[in-house]
């Protein structure tokens, strides 16, 4: 299969940094990178256009990165709890998608989108979870969730 060349705009993680030419599937930047204005198709044209703009695009990243730094600090130790229905040993009826956690780093004050929770799997067990939060390509952040059949309970797992 013929693979595209593209221009990242931003840092792509196992992909490569700002203004590197990588060559990915046609589907990848046709359904991901284009669309979401990451990358550019590596054309004479467009190359021409990066030069020209490069100075700005790694000025706006560098400054979504300071904010993301600071949004990051703020959130050090954050800790998020959400209640549910479960069984007696433990096991979620429903689980815990990446969308209930975003939405529970809302409700703490924090402007977060489910696409940033790094979530491998949905949760099924009640607990206490670690997992990340992508700010940015560049900056992530830890948070802690607890899920507890009550809000008390949430409090006692979460000391």
Excluded at 83 to 92: D, H, I, P, T, Y
């Amino acid at each position: 299969m013929e693979h595209l060349k593209v221009i990242l705009l931003q840092r792509v993680a196992n992909l490569g940094h700002i203004g590197d030419i990588v060559k990915v599937k046609p589907g990848f930047a046709r359904n991901y990178l284009l669309p979401q204005k990451i990358a550019l198709r590596a054309t004479e044209e467009n190359l021409k256009i990066f030069e020209q703009q490069k100075a700005q695009i790694e000025a706006h990243n560098a400054k979504t990165k300071a904010e993301a730094q600071a949004t990051a600090e703020k959130m050090k130790n954050l800790s998020v709890m959400l209640v549910r229905q479960a069984s007696e040993k433990g096991q979620l009826y429903g689980s815990v998608t990446a969308r209930d956690i975003a939405g529970a780093i809302k409700a703490a004050g924090f402007t977060v989108k489910a696409g940033q929770v790094n979530l491998n799997a949905p949760i099924k067990l009640l607990g206490v979870h670690d997992l990340s939060v992508n700010l940015h390509p560049e900056v992530t952040v830890s948070v802690r969730l607890s899920v507890a059949k009550s809000e008390e309970e949430a409090r006692q797992q979460a000391q």
